[in-house]
């Protein structure tokens, strides 16, 4: 196979994945990131600080040879433990068997990571501080402003790959182009989100149970809360953002963030000493679904993760999704390696037929899961107590 040269535009999660496995492949990979590099400079608070991890994103990091390093910034979650508004609570285990489970990782930690493995390749250039502003899609370049300077830059590859997340400025440049013949729709929830942080106890212990996924089911609001490393937990409250007694639009002062948390979660008032400097200093976030085709423009750029897909994150898959993409992908790649030159139209075409229809499908259960998790495990609760009131 002739030594190509490869394009990836967001090196997140995903980016970061597949510019690691192409660069094992023996591209040469050039990888283009917006942001600072996040491993010198602090990423902005609230932004999933954790997420879970399960074994279809792990499937994606052991092809790629960084499960093992991975897993030492995970905690394995057993179950959900449910928590009712008396602060009771109840473990409702994922599994009936012991070995099964999924896991909390930190997303800079797991981002750092992919980083840095792929930095070790010789054959990745990692570029910071650039953001993708335009894409010629016909003849594979891509044009980046530098933040900084504001200086712009030009990179010609044989194909590009957009993993530039939901909001991608690549999939823009395909809808604007392509016009009728680009399908997409965009759906937001009527509920936004919004990142707290329980703090560690003395010496990194926990203020409640480590080995969990934490939810506090309330039927129009949730909260959950995953664990880190560190003993802290990060606590994301799912919330309307109107037309609800209590939505964001309403919470305005501290004192209305504590009258809401008082009645609806009194035991996380105890565990969240800055609520109201975390509630008010942390930004709100919308939860949408992304869904577009076809993924691929001209047989010379591709869509891959939240770009292609982006999901709500009700189901935890988003990452676990956009991982097992890159599994799929390499699938497919091991059939074109023989190739003196890649066909990338029939590749893309190829991996969008084989994919697509699993990543409508997460879409689509994700959603159901948020009503599922806010409203049912509610009842599962009721139905508990009951259970236990006439035995
Ligand atoms: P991103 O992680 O968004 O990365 C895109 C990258 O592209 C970023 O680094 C961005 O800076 C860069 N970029 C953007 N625009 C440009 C540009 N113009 N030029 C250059 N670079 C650009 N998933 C799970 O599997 N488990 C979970 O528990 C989970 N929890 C979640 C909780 C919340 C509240 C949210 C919002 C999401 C959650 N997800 C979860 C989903 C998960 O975060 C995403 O699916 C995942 O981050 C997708 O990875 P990505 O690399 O495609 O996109």
Redesign the pocket.
Known sequence: MSKQNILI?????????LALRMAQRGFEVTL????PD?RKVTQDAG??I?????DR?LRGLRLAGVEEEAKKLCIPMNGRMIHDKAGNTFLSPYSGRKDEYIN?IS?PGL?MLLLDEAEKMPNVQLIFN????DVDLENASAT?RNYNSKEEITISADAIFG????????RKNMFDSHKFLFSFSQQWLSHG?K?LEIPAAENNGYRTYKNALHIWPRGEDMLIA?PNLDGSFTV?LFLPYENSDYCFANLTSPEMVHEYFNKEFPDVVEMIPNLSEEFFGNPT?P?GTVKCSPWNSFGKVLL?????H????F?????????E?VVVFDEILEKYTFEENINWNNFFKEYEALRKKDTDAIADLAVDNFHEMKEHTAMEIFQRKRKLETA
């Open positions: 535009i967001g090196a997140g999660l995903c980016g970061s994945l283009v990131e917006k942001r996040l932004r999933s954790n997420l879970a991890l399960s994103g909390s997303r981002n650039h953001a993708c502003e980046f993993t530039d997340g939901a909001g991608s400025a690549v989100y990142e995953l994301t976030g939860l891959l993760g939240d770009a292609a982006a999901i709500v994150p189901y935890g898959q988003g990452m676990n999704a956009s991982f993409d």
